[in-house]
C-alpha cells in the first residue's frame, strides 16, 4: 500500500528560525513529489520534484529529493508569522496522476 | 497556472438532502480530480473525472454518493448525495498543469451537514 509519511506532526518557532521538514514515501510508479501550503482552504503549490539531488528554491523556501532513500525536506529559513500553515507534501504516480498526500506538519511561527 | 474557481464556497446543508458542487476553469485541462478533506485530517482522493466517460473512483467511494459530471474540458460537477454528519468536510478540485507532473487546486467547498 502507497504511504506518504510527514514529520514532525507540528512544530512551533519563533520569528527568525529556520525549520526543516521531512516527507519520507513508499509509492508505487512514482511521477513526482510536490509541496503543498495550506492556510485556510487551499492547498498552495510550492514545489515539484522529480529528479534526485537538485534544489528547488523560492526566496526563504527551498526543497530538495532523494530519490535512493526516499525522502524530501522542504526547508524554511528566516520564518516569519506568515509561514505559519500546514505544510503537504504529496506523491503523484503513475499514468493516472493521482496524488497520495501525507498527513502535514502544521507550524506555527510565534513573533 | 490555471484559474479554478469552485461553486459553492460553503454551505450549511440538512441530512438527507444532496448539494452539487461545481469545478469551472478558465482553460482547457486534460485531467481533473476530486479530493475530500475531513477536519482534521489529510486530503483523500475521491475520483478522476474523466471528459465524456464515467468518473474513476478510489477505494470506499462510490458513484451513487459521489456522482460526478465531466461534460468539456474546463468544467465538472461533484454531487454529495443523501448528506450525513460524516461528510462535513472540505472538497477541493484540481487539475494538472500543463506538464501534468505537478496538480493546482481550487479554493474549495466547505460543506457542514447537520
Known amino acids: 500500500e502507497d504511504k506518504v509519511v510527514q514529520s514532525p506532526l507540528s512544530l512551533v518557532v519563533h520569528e527568525g528560525d529556520t525549520v526543516t521538514l521531512n516527507c519520507s514515501y513508499e509509492v508505487t510508479n512514482f511521477r513526482s513529489l510536490l509541496w503543498y501550503k495550506q492556510e485556510k482552504k487551499a492547498p498552495t503549490f510550492l514545489f515539484m520534484l522529480?529528479?534526485?539531488?537538485i534544489e528547488k528554491k523560492s526566496g526563504r523556501l527551498s526543497s530538495i529529493l532523494d530519490k535512493k532513500e526516499l525522502f524530501s525536506i522542504l526547508n524554511i529559513t528566516a520564518t516569519q508569522t506568515g509561514d505559519s500553515a500546514i505544510y503537504l507534501c504529496?506523491?503523484?504516480?503513475?499514468?493516472?496522476?493521482?496524488?497520495?498526500f501525507g498527513s502535514g506538519t502544521q507550524l506555527t511561527v510565534l513573533p | 497556472s490555471a484559474v479554478i474557481s469552485q461553486k459553492p464556497s460553503r454551505d450549511i446543508c440538512q441530512r438527507g438532502t444532496s448539494l452539487t458542487i461545481q469545478c469551472q476553469v478558465d482553460?482547457?485541462?486534460?485531467?481533473m480530480f476530486w479530493y475530500r478533506q475531513q477536519p482534521g485530517q489529510s486530503l483523500t482522493l475521491i475520483a478522476t473525472?474523466?471528459?465524456?466517460?464515467?468518473?474513476?473512483?478510489e477505494s470506499g467511494f462510490v458513484i451513487d454518493k459521489f456522482p460526478i459530471s465531466r461534460p468539456n474540458l474546463t468544467f465538472s460537477t461533484l454531487t454529495v448525495s443523501n448528506m450525513s454528519p460524516e461528510d462535513s468536510s472540505i472538497y477541493l478540485c484540481?487539475?494538472?498543469?500543463?506538464?501534468?507532473?505537478?496538480?493546482?487546486f481550487g479554493p474549495g467547498t466547505r460543506l457542514l451537514v447537520l
Open positions: 482553460s482547457q485541462v486534460t485531467m
Open positions: 484540481s487539475v494538472t498543469g500543463q506538464a501534468q507532473e505537478t496538480q493546482y
Open positions: 504529496a506523491v503523484m504516480k503513475g499514468s493516472a496522476r493521482q496524488l497520495t
Open positions: 473525472a474523466n471528459q465524456g466517460s464515467e468518473a474513476t473512483y
Open positions: 522529480t529528479s534526485s539531488g
